[in-house]
């Protein structure tokens, strides 16, 4: 769920959420997707990465909350989308920051769940677990792909 999220709005609707007035219109625009969408998206991601790994949050990450992250993390698909088109919200700095703050959930999410995953079953399946974390992160890149391109399909972002 957290990697088709990801895929789903990297990076061709954050990119599509740039402002139709203002400085990110005019003299911005060259600006606003490369690199201003890739870097906070990268920042942001490895930032949830590193907070993660830390005790204090890798101790309440369980696997039942990172279930219930991962649902209300899919708010971001709607909300960058009318952002994008049909543009019910045109401000570069609030798709900005919500590009940051999903890049975050995305990396804190991720970390968690492969770290706390193997650690709930017995150290035999381990490595099966793993295995089967790994196949599901390659499926939700996959439907995130799939699902952005039909996307696409039937909405031009650009247009």
Not at 78 to 94: C, D, E, H, T
Not at 145 to 156: E, R
Request: proline share 5%; glycine share 10%.
């Amino acid at each position: 769920s957290t990697q088709s999220t990801w895929v789903f709005l990297w990076p061709g609707i954050g990119c599509a959420t740039q402002p139709s007035t203002g400085w990110f219109a005019n003299g911005g625009s060259d600006w606003f997707c490369t690199p201003l969408v890739i870097v906070s998206f990268n920042y942001g991601d490895l930032l949830g990465r590193a907070v993660a790994s830390k005790p204090w949050v890798s101790n309440h990450c369980t696997s039942g909350r990172c279930a219930y992250m991962a649902i209300a993390r899919a708010a971001f698909v709607p909300f960058l989308i009318i952002m994008a088109k049909p543009r019910l919200f045109s401000n570069g700095v609030l798709a900005l920051v919500t590009i940051f703050v999903m890049a975050v959930s995305n990396g804190l999410i991720c970390t968690a769940t492969m770290m706390q995953a193997p650690l709930e079953v017995v150290p035999e399946s381990r490595g099966i677990v793993a295995d089967l974390m790994l196949t599901a992160c390659y499926g939700g890149v996959a439907a995130g792909a799939i699902g952005a391109a039909v996307v696409n399909i039937f909405v031009q972002f650009n247009a």
